[in-house]
C-alpha cells in the first residue's frame, strides 16, 4: 500500500468520521426547534476546530509544518537547460503538462485531477560548475489555501531529479 493511500485512509478516518459525527450532532440540534441561537453558533465552531486541528495533527505526524507543502531541492545534472527541456516534453507525465521556458527557468502547470488543485513547478538553472549545472526545483500547490497535499509535491521534485540525473 503506497504511503499516500494510508494517509488518504488515516485522514477519512479522523476527520471524515468526525464530521459526520459532529454534523449529525449539529443536525440533531437544529431540528430540536430552537432557533439559530448561539449554542448552534459553538457547536459549529467546534465542528470546524476540531476538523482543523485534526488536519494539522496529521500533519505534524507525518513531519511537515502547517504551511509546509512546498517542496525544493537544489541538484547538480551534467544537462543542459536544452537537454533538459527536451526530456521534460518526451516524458510521458510532463509532456501532458503545459510547459514554458523563459531565460533561466522552466515552468510546468499541472491540470486540476482528483488527487490535487494542480501543481506548479518550477525548475531554476544556477551557475556552471566542473560537475554540470546546478538546478534548484521547487512544487508547490495551484491552490494557495492547500494544508495537505498527500506528497504530490514530493513526488513531483523526486520525478523531476530521477529525470535530470538519468543516463540517456
Known sequence: MKPTLKLDIKTFFLIG?????????????????EGF????????GLLFGATAYLVF???KRIGGKPADVVRSRLIYSGMTPEEVLTRLKN????????????????QIRSKISMQS?????????????????????????NLSTTILDYGKNQQNVEAVERLMTAIA
Open 57 to 59: 495533527a496529521i500533519r
Open 17 to 33: 468520521l468526525t464530521f459526520g459525527l459532529l454534523m449529525t450532532a449539529l443536525s440533531d440540534f437544529r431540528d430540536s426547534g
Open 117 to 141: 488543485w494542480g501543481e506548479t513547478i518550477l525548475i531554476d538553472q544556477g551557475a556552471k560548475s566542473e560537475n554540470g549545472y546546478e538546478y534548484s526545483i521547487v512544487s508547490k500547490p
Open 91 to 106: 516524458d510521458p507525465k510532463f509532456g501532458k503538462m503545459d510547459i514554458k521556458a523563459t531565460g533561466t527557468r522552466i
Open 37 to 44: 441561537g448561539i449554542g448552534k453558533i459553538v457547536l459549529t
